[in-house]
């Protein structure tokens, strides 16, 4: 049985894999910063949750503590935590620049870090959260691009340093998804059917396309699977669609 902590478990992708966890009878532990919107969910769940603030090591450390005290041990985490900037590089100001690491890169080092610890006795599996924009060339991406492709780099690194120690470590880059943090941008018509028009498929993502792949990787059946980027991304990073 699956044994999860989730943190940014109150996003669109981290609560979509919360759902599809408990309904495949895995326990879940939801954690994330928006305290009121995690309420709910795990209302809706009928799991425990807490805040944290995944910039912060310490932070992260007591949740997966307490995550794992609550379920009894854990068999993987998923860090489900991310922004969304898009601005040329010389128009992203310092301050968005530090936000959109910490928010991106520095979450999941410090996934990778108390996973690390905690996961060293029993192994498991570890997901993260890297994007398309990552692995292929998209105009005004620049800082998450740069955030993404960090991740992806942290994900392989890890998956070498605690293979012996069985911790599996992997990515999934999506592609544009229907979320709350990217509703901003589809409200924008235009916007949102030049953002459909990159994907080859024909459509955006939604939050349970990814939430499959994350929850296929954290399964401890798949244990034969480490430092893999999983692109679910409709085609927009490996095809060029025909026109």
Same mark, same amino acid.
């Given at each position: 049985?699956? *044994?999860?902590?989730?943190i940014?478990g109150?996003?669109?992708?981290?609560?979509?894999?919360?759902?599809?966890?408990?309904?495949?009878?895995?326990?879940?532990?939801?954690?994330?910063?928006?305290?009121q $919107?995690?309420?709910?969910a795990?209302?809706e769940?009928?799991?425990q949750?807490?805040?944290? /603030?995944?910039t912060?090591?310490?932070?992260?450390?007591?949740c997966?503590?307490a995550?794992?005290?609550?379920?009894?041990?854990?068999?993987?985490i998923?860090? =489900?935590?991310?922004?969304?900037?898009?601005?040329?590089? #010389?128009?992203?100001?310092? /301050?968005?620049?530090?936000?959109?690491?910490?928010?991106?890169? $520095?979450?999941a080092?410090n996934?990778?870090?108390?996973?690390?610890?905690?996961?060293?006795?029993s192994g498991?599996?570890?997901v993260?959260?890297?994007?398309a924009?990552?692995?292929?060339?998209?105009?005004? #991406?620049?800082?998450?691009?740069?955030?993404k492709?960090?991740?992806?780099?942290?994900?392989?690194?890890?998956?070498?340093?605690?293979?012996?120690?069985?911790?599996?470590?992997n990515?999934?880059?999506?592609?544009?998804?229907?979320?709350?943090?990217?509703?901003?941008?589809?409200a924008?018509?235009l916007?949102? *059917?030049?953002s459909?028009?990159? #994907?080859?498929?024909?459509?955006?993502?939604e939050?349970?396309?990814v939430?499959?792949?994350? =929850?296929?990787?954290?399964?401890?059946?798949?244990d034969?699977?480490?430092?893999?980027?999983l692109?679910v991304?409709g085609?927009?990073?490996?095809? *060029?669609?025909?026109?």
């Amino acid at each position: 049985m699956s *044994k999860v902590l989730v943190i940014g478990g109150s996003g669109g992708i981290g609560a979509a894999v919360a759902r599809q966890l408990v309904a495949s009878g895995g326990q879940v532990f939801l954690a994330g910063r928006n305290s009121q $919107t995690l309420a709910a969910a795990a209302s809706e769940l009928g799991v425990q949750w807490t805040p944290v /603030e995944a910039t912060e090591a310490a932070a992260v450390d007591a949740c997966a503590d307490a995550a794992a005290e609550a379920l009894g041990g854990l068999t993987g985490i998923t860090n =489900c935590v991310g922004s969304i900037l898009l601005k040329p590089a #010389h128009l992203t100001q310092p /301050e968005d620049w530090q936000a959109t690491i910490a928010a991106n890169l $520095t979450t999941a080092f410090n996934t990778v870090r108390t996973a690390g610890r905690l996961l060293k006795a029993s192994g498991g599996s570890v997901v993260l959260l890297s994007s398309a924009a990552a692995r292929i060339g998209l105009a005004n #991406h620049e800082a998450v691009a740069a955030a993404k492709a960090g991740v992806i780099g942290l994900t392989l690194s890890a998956a070498a340093t605690y293979a012996r120690a069985r911790i599996r470590f992997n990515a999934v880059a999506p592609g544009l998804v229907r979320t709350p943090l990217s509703a901003g941008l589809l409200a924008n018509e235009l916007a949102a *059917k030049a953002s459909v028009a990159m #994907h080859p498929l024909g459509r955006l993502g939604e939050p349970e396309d990814v939430a499959r792949a994350i =929850c296929w990787l954290l399964d401890p059946h798949n244990d034969w699977v480490t430092g893999q980027v999983l692109g679910v991304d409709g085609g927009l990073a490996d095809v *060029k669609a025909r026109v």
